[in-house]
């Protein structure tokens, strides 16, 4: 597999409604769009790889339900791997998205067979040979969290890099299991809070003495790189935010699509920032786009 990369994450039915206030607690109010869309962390990331021109397989069951039926059709009509996603027995989960008009978003989300890693899955991920692995936050939210982990273990034994993208719901990981991960990964892109329930900026060097770079990404101000031989900010790409919703995800994706290439993290710091400012400009959890001849990234 090369320069293929693994994203460690469950796919989902978004389902999107956009909402202009928001009403007091046991009142009434509005929505003036509902839409629904293929989503998930692992899902943002693989479209953003695949937009670069990179091949990404996402790990993740489907449910033998219409939302499984219809994540999978989506799949295979955008080209993008299957490897690695069985049908499981049950209900795919789903995302209630509620977005802003200023691009900010809410979720709640009800979990599925898509956080499942049975045995069988697990070998067969154990037995790629990545370049990159990548591993969502919700991903650990699963009964199976130490299956994950075990074969994340024996896929950094092989050599793989891993990026661990902490997702909001990090503080809801274990303790044990969650600084577990933390061990394992070279690579951690939280932003403000995720970053607070990993311990605050305070462990940054903790982190980085342990051999360890963190991405800390701070929105709309860009961002700050700390690696052991290092800090340096970076610079969000100037655009105009019409759903923020993805943009941490396309971040991601960049990063690792760069990495899987042998880029310097630099380079690949610019790239991920300028993945992100894309998903921003489209409505949606991701967009599908060509990195244009002439980019400066």
């Known amino acids: ?13 978004d389902r999107y409604f956009s909402v202009t206030a928001w009403p007091r607690r046991g009142q009434d109010g509005y929505f003036s769009r509902e839409e629904t869309f293929v989503g998930g962390c692992a899902a943002n990331m693989a479209v953003t790889i695949h937009n670069l021109g990179g091949q990404a397989h996402v ?7 219409p939302a499984g039926e219809t994540i999978r059709r989506y799949w295979a009509s955008h080209g993008l791997s299957q490897r690695f996603l069985p049908t499981r027995r ?4 789903s995302c209630l998205v509620f977005s802003e008009p200023d691009g900010e978003r809410t979720f709640l989300t009800r979990k599925g067979v898509e956080l499942a890693f049975p045995p069988d899955l697990a070998d067969q991920v154990a037995a790629a040979r990545p370049a990159w692995v990548g591993v969502t936050g919700y991903y650990l939210l699963g009964e199976d969290r130490g299956r994950v982990l075990r074969t994340l273990s024996a896929l950094r034994e092989q050599g793989a890099g891993i990026l661990f993208d902490p997702s909001p719901l990090v503080g809801d990981i274990p303790p044990a299991q969650r600084e577990e991960m933390v061990s394992l990964a070279h690579l951690l892109t939280p932003n403000d809070s995720e970053l607070a329930a990993l311990g605050g900026p305070e462990r940054i060097p903790q982190l980085t003495a342990a051999g360890k770079t963190v991405l800390w990404k701070q929105g709309s101000r860009g961002g700050l790189v700390c690696a052991p031989a290092g800090q340096f900010p970076y610079a969000p790409t100037p655009c105009t935010p019409v759903d923020t919703t993805g943009a941490g995800d396309s971040f991601s994706g960049g990063l690792l699509f760069s990495l899987a290439q042998g880029r310097p993290l630099d380079e690949a710091v610019r790239l991920a920032a300028w993945c992100a400012a894309q998903t921003v400009q489209v409505h949606g959890p991701h967009g599908f786009w060509q990195r244009e001849a002439g ?3």
Do not use: H, Y
């Open 1 to 13: 597999m090369a320069q293929d990369m693994l994203l460690l994450g469950g796919l989902v039915l």
């Open 59 to 65: 790990v993740s069951c489907l449910g033998n339900d």
């Open 90 to 93: 049950g209900e795919t989960g």
């Open 295 to 297: 980019t400066p990234v």
